[in-house]
């Protein structure tokens, strides 16, 4: 598939139109605090943060390689049935972000799409070995997840990801976020999402 026939999809504007709401986002700090995922906010109320706080980013760097991400996993996804993916997408914030409040209540504070990029990714690498159980590549895309998984819990005891830095000092990766992810990636699995429909 080629970038025109993706953007014939309506699959390929829910992505670009998640990316753009981000862009708006990231041009405006003012708004962090209001979109952020905020454990204690959301506790008093305040359920858009579940959704938001995946828009909100911790500086340029953090931005455009989760954005960018995304986008290019939005190409790989390829076509699927709109309607439902774009389902998919919108509750896959929410599922990683009630994981997170609920399974990891330490972690306040939560930005990114980096989650959401790692259940993609995730989804594309077992789908593409289910088509050809011989692919070397996809299998390797799994085990680094499953080593940045570790390393981010053991080495960087729940600090990993000195790749990219953050504007706020504060923030370390949630790496019970991308856990989450590996879940909701295996039920998408599961679930079927891997079959392909016409745009």
Same mark, same amino acid.
């Not at 003012?30 to 906010?41: E, G, I, K």
């Not at 990993?160 to 949630?174: K, L, N, S, Y």
């Given at each position: 598939m080629n970038v025109r026939s993706w953007l014939k999809c309506r699959l390929a504007w829910v992505f670009l139109a998640t990316a753009?709401?981000?862009?708006?986002? *990231?041009? *405006?700090? $003012?708004?962090?605090?209001?979109?952020?995922? /905020?454990?204690?906010?959301?506790?008093?109320g305040e359920w858009w943060r579940v959704w938001t706080g995946h828009l909100v =980013? +911790?500086?340029?760097? =953090? +931005?455009? $390689?989760?954005?960018?991400l995304f986008v290019i996993l939005g190409y790989m996804v390829?076509?699927?049935? $709109?309607?439902? +993916?774009?389902?998919?997408l919108f509750l896959l914030p929410a599922v990683i972000s009630a994981a997170v409040y609920f399974f990891a209540p330490s972690?306040?504070?939560?930005?990114?799409?980096s989650a959401v990029d790692l259940a993609l990714l995730l989804f594309v690498a077992g789908q593409g070995w289910q088509r050809n159980w011989k692919d070397w590549f996809w299998p390797a895309v799994l085990a680094i997840y499953v080593g940045e998984i570790v390393l981010e819990s053991t080495v960087g005891h729940g600090r990993?990801?000195?790749?990219? *830095? +953050? /504007?706020?000092?504060?923030? =370390?990766?949630?790496t019970s976020? =991308?856990?989450?992810?590996?879940?909701?990636?295996?039920?998408?699995?599961?679930?079927g999402l891997g079959r392909k429909a016409s745009p």
């Open positions: 753009l709401a981000a862009l708006v986002i *990231q041009s *405006q700090p $003012a708004w962090r605090p209001v979109l952020l995922y /905020d454990r204690a906010a959301i506790s008093r =980013h +911790f500086g340029w760097p =953090h +931005f455009i $390689a989760d954005t960018g390829g076509v699927r049935p $709109a309607r439902l +993916f774009a389902l998919v972690l306040t504070r939560y930005g990114g799409l990993g990801g000195g790749m990219i *830095q +953050f /504007d706020d000092p504060e923030v =370390h990766v949630a976020a =991308h856990i989450a992810a590996a879940v909701c990636a295996g039920l998408m699995l599961v679930g």
